[in-house]
């Protein structure tokens, strides 16, 4: 599952989410924002983060696009 994909499908803790993913990445919620709709790819370091957090892998979240 993508990363917006999943942040998506959360329930009612998602604004929670985004704002302590944008806290452990030091970003602000509108990255946090523009890398669940795709605009934007967050850093490898950022994403490594994210997917820790979440407890899913790098590929799973962000896979490479052809």
Do not use: H
């Given at each position: 599952?993508?990363?917006?994909?999943?942040?998506?499908?959360?329930?009612?803790v998602?604004?929670d989410?985004?704002?302590?993913?944008?806290?452990l990445t030091?970003?602000s919620?509108?990255?946090?924002?523009?890398?669940?709709?795709?605009?934007i790819?967050?850093?490898?370091?950022?994403?490594?983060?994210?997917?820790?957090?979440?407890?899913k892998?790098v590929?799973?979240?962000?896979?490479k696009?052809?």
């Open positions: 599952m993508v990363f917006g994909d999943y942040m998506n499908s959360l329930p009612n998602k604004l989410t985004i704002k302590k993913i944008a806290e030091c970003s919620t509108v990255s946090v924002y523009r890398w669940m709709s795709g605009d790819e967050p850093p490898l370091l950022k994403k490594k983060i994210i997917a820790d957090y979440i407890g892998s590929d799973e979240l962000f896979p696009q052809n």
